[in-house]
């Protein structure tokens, strides 16, 4: 309608400029299919228009009459104008003709401005663009200036050229009419995605009181404080724009109200936000399910987190690694220690963040030890480094277990196997030789005993076990024949043993005197025999007393 009267006006200025004052009633005549058309474009008939100024146009003048021909290039822009108001096939052709002819002529403004709008309407936003720059924005009304702008500008924005949209809506920002609110919409959009962001904020703060565009308002911002790290105003922003009910994109701002909660470890703050975007989205992203998982995994909501957790246990990187350690401590606190295992198991074969693969394989070895696993536990918490934290724990499980293991073949082949071992672990092995060589002597099996009690030496960290090893090491060769060698292992036996509480009835000195006696009788050498047998009576009666007494007490 701007532009109808803007055309209107040119046609008045134009029409006093030839003195009309003082025309004949010929020419007035003459004028009387184009005022008619005029009259008929301000009321929006386009079609009664181009009839009309299309008779005027091509009217025959006498030759001594005017010619009318500035009146007939309005007509002509008035034709051009209305036949592509029509969307006449050739409506577009007609005018493109016309200002073709006439350009730069002035009256070509509202052609090229109406025709830059037809390329907008129909989103051919690069024949927009190139229409629109034909005209100088300068020498226009500040309506149609700030019509073309916008129009223009957004056409680049569409395009994606940013650039040259923000210049564009720049020179109308400050022109409040119907384009003053859209112009600075799409003026801080621009902004938003070439990221300046505080001249988007300063645009989306003169829009955000617009009808119009006040819901659409508070995702922009809370986006950009997000990107900006500042949570606490993505908080607030986000907080005040869910109680609008007409609020676009609730959804997204609900997600960044509860990331930025989430970023500044609100967790319970944080859930119902993360929830309900997770309720209204079809399919989450990595990052998006982490966060949740995680969330419900900090609030102790372990089933919740090991649902979502499981989404990213096939990951094979950093995330998943982290995902991974997290699901196992979900299994572990519900009580599922079959998973958790198997978990913590992953985790340990994970070599992204080594503290995180340390404590995983201490876990596994754990939990492997735990469900009855004992050389997989064994196996893995012996390889734990001496400069862990887990390395005195994962010790004294391993030195648990092997002490309580049944099969000493086993036991000893472990430590065997063992790149290095502690002193707890040396003296099960001590130990374990020695249980193996008296199961193979109780079986008469003489032989693999005093193999058994040879390995048992390899350390001799307990002189209690070192005594009864030596003892029956002794009692063997006594046994077979050897009494020399059988006579000297027993007076080391009793090097070792002399202060020595607590041995076995079956290894004690009393039993090691006597046999020893017997090697010196079956030597010859009765002197020494005497010695010994009288030394296994002394001390057999020193015990009689002592338990008599005791007894009595």
């Not at 009267?5 to 003195?19: D, E, K, L, R």
């Not at 967790?267 to 929830?275: C, D, F, S």
């Not at 004992?374 to 196996?379: C, D, K, S, V």
Request: glycine residues 6%; contains cysteine.
């Amino acid at each position: 309608m701007m532009r109808t009267v803007s055309i209107i006006f040119t046609i008045t200025v134009i029409y006093q400029a030839y003195g009309f004052g003082q025309e004949n009633a010929a020419s007035i005549d003459r004028l009387s299919d184009y005022k008619m058309g005029q009259y008929f474009f301000s009321q929006n008939l386009f079609g009664p228009t181009r009839y009309a100024q299309n008779k005027f146009i091509h009217q025959v003048a006498p030759v001594a009459d005017f010619d009318f021909s500035m009146l007939k290039d309005d007509a002509g822009a008035m034709y051009g104008i209305s036949g592509i108001r029509l969307d006449l096939p050739s409506g577009e052709n007609e005018l493109l003709t016309f200002i073709s002819e006439k350009y730069p002529d002035p009256t070509t403004t509202p052609a090229i401005l109406e025709l830059g709008s037809y390329y907008y309407n129909k989103r051919w936003f690069k024949k927009c663009i190139d229409t629109y720059a034909m005209v100088d924005a300068e020498k226009l009304s500040d309506y149609d200036k700030s019509e073309s702008g916008f129009k223009k500008g957004y056409a680049h924005f569409a395009l994606k050229e940013f650039k040259e949209a923000k210049s564009e809506f720049n020179e109308i920002k400050e022109i409040r009419n119907e384009f003053y609110y859209p112009g600075n919409y799409y003026n801080g959009l621009s902004d938003y995605f070439t990221g300046n962001y505080n001249g988007a904020i300063a645009s989306f703060e003169k829009v955000k009181n617009s009808d119009t565009y006040r819901s659409f308002i508070p995702f922009y911002l809370a986006q950009i404080y997000f990107a900006q790290k500042h949570y606490d105003k993505v908080i607030q922003q986000g907080e005040e724009a869910l109680s609008d009910n007409n609020l676009r994109n609730r959804k997204e701002i609900r997600q960044l109200t509860g990331q930025a909660y989430f970023n500044t470890e609100n967790y319970g703050k944080a859930l119902p936000h993360l929830e309900y975007y997770e309720a209204n989205t079809e399919k989450l992203t990595v990052e998006e399910f982490f966060q949740l998982a995680f969330t419900q995994y900090q609030l102790k909501k372990y089933a919740d987190a090991t649902k979502n957790f499981r989404e990213l246990h096939l990951l094979e990187n950093r995330l998943g690694q982290l995902v991974n350690y997290y699901l196992a401590d979900c299994y572990y606190r519900t009580g599922d220690l079959t998973s958790a295992r198997a978990a913590f198991k992953k985790v340990s074969q994970m070599t992204f963040e080594k503290k995180m693969q340390e404590e995983a394989t201490f876990n596994y070895g754990k939990l492997s030890a735990e469900a009855g696993f004992e050389r997989e536990a064994i196996n893995t918490l012996s390889k734990i480094d001496k400069s862990s934290p887990y390395y005195k724990e994962s010790d004294r499980i391993v030195g648990e277990l092997l002490e309580n293991m049944s099969d000493y073949t086993a036991v000893m082949q472990i430590i065997d196997g063992m790149s290095s071992t502690t002193d707890k672990i040396k003296l099960v092995y001590q130990n374990a030789a020695l249980k193996l060589g008296m199961q193979a002597y109780n079986s008469g099996m003489p032989d693999d005993a005093l193999k058994a009690f040879e390995k048992s030496k390899k350390f001799n960290l307990s002189k209690t076990v070192q005594a009864q090893n030596t003892f029956w090491i002794s009692q063997i060769q006594h046994e077979k024949g050897n009494y020399k060698a059988s006579i000297k292992g027993f007076d080391d036996y009793f090097d070792i043993s002399n202060g020595l509480d607590g041995l076995p009835d079956e290894s004690s000195p009393i039993s090691a005197h006597y046999t020893q006696g017997y090697n010196y009788l079956m030597l010859k050498e009765y002197w020494n025999a005497e010695k010994s047998f009288k030394k296994c009576a002394c001390r057999l009666q020193f015990e009689f007393y002592s338990f008599n007494k005791q007894r009595s007490e």
